[in-house]
T-cell receptor
Framework: EPEVTQTPSHQVTQMGQEVILRCVPI?????FYWYRQILGQKVEFLVS????????KSEIFDDQFSVERPDGSNFTLKIRSTKLEDSAMYFC????????????FGPGTRLTVL | DAKTTQPNSMESNEEEPVHLPCNHS???????IHWYRQLPSQGPEYVIH???SNVNNRMASLAIAEDRKSSTLILHRATLRDAAVYYC????????????FGTGTSLTVIP
């Protein structure tokens, strides 16, 4: 069964450093999402991406964040200058453009900012 | 954002049915009701969704009230693997279809 994959599973970085989280969505999906979940808190929407541009973004997704689909398979989330409060699980999700609108989530990347 | 209300936690005995309630009194006519669950240390996983009619799939059933202001996710026979946080989410038909998760219901299954 096709699945969303994410790398790395765990990323440790120093405050102020740039990080890039990578996702490989399911191959025929065209809508992509990033969510985050701070430890012990709810899952929060960050950004949705379709047709090579951002569809919607939340207040969390400020100028420090960017997304890119650099090729036909990867979907990345970049945090330019990490803060301690960016420590969280980051989930990528993808879906078809029509039908059930079911989003398929990846296993997540745990980001730890020291 | 979330627009849904769920109990914080519930318990069920293994192999018994579980009814997980969700209130969404401000639902609009075009909002779909989605249920996802998150097993420990995993990403959310689709369970079921519906608009007006009750729905069944291999994982669960979704019972939607006639006025659509509430719904109930039914797990017919709870297993230990069903222990998870269950999220009831409204999805607007005319949005980018991102999900706004609430705090969900943490289901404990007792052997």
């Amino acid at each position: 069964e096709p699945e969303v994959t994410q790398t790395p599973s765990h990323q440790v970085t120093q405050m102020g450093q740039e990080v890039i989280l990578r996702c490989v969505p399911i191959s025929n999906h065209l809508y992509f999402y990033w969510y985050r979940q701070i430890l012990g808190q709810k899952v929060e929407f960050l950004v949705s991406f379709y047709n090579n541009e951002i569809s919607e973004k939340s207040e969390i997704f400020d100028d420090q964040f960017s997304v890119e689909r650099p090729d036909g398979s990867n979907f990345t989330l970049k945090i330019r200058s990490t803060k301690l409060e960016d420590s969280a699980m980051y989930f990528c999700a993808s879906r078809l453009t029509s039908g059930s609108y079911e989003q398929f989530f990846g296993p997540g990347t745990r980001l730890t900012v020291l | 954002d979330a627009k849904t209300t769920q109990p914080n936690s519930m318990e069920s005995n293994e192999e018994e049915p579980v009814h997980l309630p969700c209130n969404h009194s401000t639902i609009s006519g075009t909002d779909y009701i989605h249920w996802y669950r998150q097993l420990p240390s995993q990403g959310p996983e689709y369970v079921i969704h519906g608009l007006t009619s009750n729905v069944n799939n291999r994982m669960a059933s979704l019972a939607i009230a006639e006025d659509r202001k509430s719904s109930t996710l039914i797990l017919h026979r709870a297993t230990l693997r069903d222990a998870a946080v269950y999220y009831c989410i409204l999805r607007g038909a005319n949005t980018g279809n991102q999900f706004y998760f609430g705090t969900g219901t943490s289901l404990t299954v007792i052997p």
